[in-house]
């Protein structure tokens, strides 16, 4: 039971895909041919190496340093809602949200402000940032991988949902930060960021002969995206600079997610072997709306990851189920699993002290209503914006 409430999703593709080839008894070779090797390969590449500047602290040292030019609250707000969104398009947006809430956590409980506003938009900025590169999610480099997208034709894509995402993300910043006067119902907060307060976060930069080849393979990991380097040698070198480097970093890795992937590869192609249930989700597909809103539904109940993997194999319209399986990473809270990362980073975080908005409501309780209120709306906004781009 702990290994399901741990892992529901590796644990529902494992028992789909036994289900499956329980039901289909495909062959051996089948079940190997399901299995997208290439993105497993770059998919673990990048997830180590990203685990690699994380041990030598270099978004924590760049955020401090940021951090630093904060005189107000806005620019507070900006920097980190910036940093989550851009920095999710190169380490993921799971990562980004590791590193950036608990920093986010600390700073608005030393300014004695209420942090539930600011880690929803971080939530909001890591699944929207992270759309727009093929290495930003898992599914984007699955999709980027399996429809073979040209970096122009992919970027051309995602720019419908960067452009629009980064301006609503801004007026969402204006708005929570704007001068909110007692006598219109709003709870004063200072406009301005008292003394030293920020600069207190000190981080050192962990620099040695490491990072050159941590770098070095972070840009072969990218050229193996965009197939101007074989995956094969990308992964090989990955592997042997890891293990002179730091074998220890071979313990970090979510192979939990590499399970889900080889689950759902198996059971959709094994799916796919059958008429009838490959004839209904074609059907669920046959045009470009119903894509992107079967895609965008799909998202809500098994999260966006599971999507792609499963919609993928039923039709050829690559174009609107990547960008489907991006918006709909908004909405509920398990369509995108990052966003489960920060529920439970602000859940955990009891020493938050979060002013009386909600009438006695506990603080799990408080940050649903508030992300999900964030996101039906942008969802909403968002979904019919790209789709008419």
């Not at 590791?98 to 929803?120: G, M, N, Q």
């Amino acid at each position: 039971m702990s290994f399901i409430k741990r892992e529901p999703v590796l644990f529902a593709a494992l028992v789909l895909a036994l289900g499956a080839v329980c039901l289909v008894r495909p062959g051996v070779e089948l079940c190997l041919q399901a299995i997208d090797f290439r993105t497993l390969a770059i998919l673990f590449s990048l997830m180590i190496v990203i685990k690699a500047f994380q041990s030598q602290n270099f978004l924590d040292f760049v955020a401090a340093r940021l951090l630093r030019l904060c005189k107000t609250r806005r620019a507070l707000y900006f920097l980190l809602t910036y940093l989550v969104f851009f920095s999710s398009m190169f380490v993921t947006n799971d990562v980004a949200l590791l590193t950036f809430v608990p920093i986010s956590l600390l700073i608005f409980k030393r300014i004695e402000l209420p942090a539930l506003h600011i880690v929803v938009l971080e939530t909001l900025a890591a699944n929207l940032g992270s759309c727009i590169t093929p290495m930003g999610n898992p599914q984007n480099l699955y999709l980027f991988s399996y429809y073979g997208f040209g970096a122009l034709e992919f970027f051309a894509l995602t720019a419908k949902i960067a452009v629009p995402a980064f301006l609503l993300l801004t007026a969402i910043v204006l708005f929570l930060t704007r001068r909110r006067l007692a006598g219109h119902g709003g709870y004063s907060q200072p406009q301005t960021l008292a003394g030293n307060v920020l600069q207190s976060q000190v981080v050192r930069l962990k620099l040695d002969f490491r990072t050159i080849f941590y770098v070095a393979d972070f840009i072969l990991c990218l050229l193996a995206v965009f197939h101007a380097v074989n995956y094969l040698l990308m992964f090989a070198v990955t592997v042997l600079v890891m293990a002179v480097c730091n074998w220890r970093l071979f313990k970090k890795v979510d192979y939990s997610l590499l399970l889900t992937f080889v689950g759902f590869f198996i059971f959709t192609k094994t799916l796919s072997t059958v008429s009838a249930f490959s004839d209904f989700i074609k059907s669920v597909l046959s045009s470009p709306l119903k894509t992107y809103l079967t895609g965008i539904a799909a998202s809500q109940v098994i999260s966006n990851v599971p999507a792609a993997l499963l919609l993928s194999g039923f039709t050829d319209n690559g174009a609107m189920l990547l960008l489907a399986v991006n918006v709909g990473g908004l909405g509920t809270l398990i369509a995108s699993m990052a966003s489960v990362i920060s529920f439970k980073l602000y859940s955990a975080d009891s020493a938050v002290v979060e002013p009386v908005e909600t009438t006695g409501a506990t603080a799990g309780h408080s940050y649903f209503a508030v992300f999900t209120a964030y996101n039906l709306v942008l969802l909403a906004v968002l979904g019919v914006v790209v789709y008419v781009l």
